[in-house]
T-cell receptor, first 112, second 113 residues
Framework: SQQGEEDPQALSIQEGENATMNCSYKTSINNLQWYRQNSGRGLVHLILIRSNEREKHSGRLRVTLDTSKKSSSLLITASRAADTASYFC????????????FGAGTQVVVTP | NAGVTQTPKFQVLKTGQSMTLQCAQDMNHEYMSWYRQDPGMGLRLIHYSVGAGITDQGEVPNGYNVSRSTTEDFPLRLLSAAPSQTSVYFCASNLQRSSFEAFFGQGTRLTVV
């Protein structure tokens, strides 16, 4: 079974708007990561947040982690057409470090 | 830097055929993994390796073999292809034990008919 579940499954926004997607997981984690996948390409790492961190920023990305709710959110501010992609959360857990478990992803479409 | 290189990019197999998907990385990463990606299911871990000579099973290992004779290479072997193995396969390597940022190859799209 999947450790991470993203919500929503799909998101359509206009350029300049913010995009928010959520990830929920089932068991205690070491780290949670977000990846982007452009159509037909491999995944690209965006940001990693450790279990003892609550918020992290990288450019237009903001990630939060709430371990009490076993959830994380990814916010992309001021979206661009180039942000059109699928976004996945991935976790590694305390009893399986290094073995990433991915959710099903959120498809984001940013229209000009 | 080439990063993680997968070959071939596309492959069509007949049921029962065997083949090897190649993966090579030039970043001297200890950790390498194979995932398959199916529609609506995200990525699922097939096998992984924490270093040359050491491999372990992931979530969906049946029908696949791996070996790791060098740090650079981590081939995935399909022993007897089945239509259920139609998928996109990704190889990934990890930077170091304390940081699990994974670098992915471009994928191999495999169709088994």
């Amino acid at each position: 079974s999947q450790q991470g579940e993203e919500d929503p499954q799909a998101l359509s926004i206009q350029e300049g708007e913010n995009a928010t997607m959520n990830c929920s997981y089932k068991t205690s984690i070491n780290n949670l990561q977000w990846y982007r996948q452009n159509s037909g390409r491999g995944l690209v790492h965006l940001i990693l947040i450790r279990s003892n961190e609550r918020e992290k920023h990288s450019g237009r990305l903001r990630v939060t982690l709430d371990t009490s709710k076993k959830s994380s959110s990814l916010l992309i501010t001021a979206s661009r057409a180039a942000d059109t992609a699928s976004y996945f959360c991935a976790t590694d857990t305390t009893d399986s470090w290094g073995k990433l478990q991915f959710g099903a992803g959120t498809q984001v479409v940013v229209t000009p | 830097n080439a990063g993680v290189t997968q070959t071939p990019k596309f492959q069509v197999l007949k049921t029962g055929q065997s083949m090897t998907l190649q993966c090579a990385q030039d970043m001297n990463h200890e950790y390498m993994s194979w995932y398959r990606q199916d529609p609506g299911m995200g990525l699922r871990l097939i096998h992984y390796s924490v270093g040359a000579g050491i491999t372990d099973q992931g979530e969906v290992p049946n029908g696949y073999n791996v070996s790791r004779s060098t740090t650079e290479d981590f081939p995935l072997r399909l022993l007897s292809a089945a239509p259920s193995q139609t998928s996109v396969y990704f190889c990934a390597s990890n930077l170091q034990r304390s940081s699990f940022e994974a670098f992915f190859g471009q994928g191999t799209r495999l169709t088994v008919v």
